[in-house]
């Protein structure tokens, strides 16, 4: 059967990932609600079978094979969008206390209806990841944090690493060469009071390259940062160069 799920299932094990027979069928459920959501609402622009599972479940679980979580970490997914990584992580890490952060209440709407169909549990955030980290209950709250936004890598430091407890980490989803981005974004980094803890770049089963960035929090957080979100996109933390 070349549905989304078998396929994943066929891709993971040849990525040394193990997804049972009932997570199989968690992933089946997963295709067939963000195909029959997609029709209604955009949720993604990769609906066939293949896309989806390499690009969004392979992609997502990936994660696990250069970095576990503690066991029953809190996580935040932030722009979460279809769900994406959280909960395919979720789904392979049931013990994973998962929160799933958006600013566009459709999606939420349609992960409300996805996490009751598969009977998980995680949080739904309406909100910006710029506002959510100046709340007591979630800045610093978390052992592990990931994105897959398309934004540039200092601003996606600024959304993402305030959200870090002492010792958390930060998985940036992001393409095959990342080095000019690590670049841009070491003064955002050292600001934040995190650290680059290791990069790995690999290939999906079609040939499209991945990196995979994963910062640690090492020091203080400092109180002004995340700034408001105009800020952020117009003057991403960059030093500036001298004359």
Request: with cysteine.
């Amino acid at each position: 059967m070349n549905d989304a799920a078998s396929l994943f299932s066929s891709y993971s094990r040849s990525c040394e990932i193990s997804v049972s027979a009932e997570q199989e069928e968690e992933f089946r459920i997963y295709s067939r609600l963000l195909t029959e959501w997609n029709q209604k609402i955009n949720l993604t622009a990769v609906t066939d079978p293949e896309g989806i599972a390499e690009k969004h479940f392979l992609d997502s679980v990936l994660i696990l094979k250069y970095y576990t979580p503690p066991e029953g970490a809190k996580v935040i997914d932030v722009g979460t969008g279809a769900g994406f990584p959280g909960i395919p992580l979720k789904i392979l890490r049931p013990d994973l206390k998962l929160t799933l952060l958006d600013s566009l209440n459709k999606r939420l709407v349609f992960l409300d209806t996805l996490l009751k169909e598969l009977n998980i549990s995680a949080e739904l955030v309406h909100t910006r990841a710029e506002e959510a980290a100046r709340r007591r209950a979630y800045r610093r709250q978390f052992d592990f944090a990931a994105a897959r936004a398309v934004a540039s890598l200092p601003v996606l430091c600024e959304y993402c690493l305030p959200f870090l407890k002492q010792g958390g980490v930060f998985a940036a989803m992001k393409g095959p060469e990342p080095e000019a981005e690590l670049k841009s974004a070491e003064y955002a980094v050292h600001l934040l009071g995190c650290e680059l803890a290791e990069k790995e770049i690999y290939r999906l089963p079609s040939g499209d390259g991945r990196s995979l960035l994963l910062f640690r929090r090492t020091g203080p957080l400092p109180a002004a940062y995340p700034r408001h979100g105009s800020k952020i996109a117009k003057a991403p933390l960059q030093k500036e160069k001298k004359n």
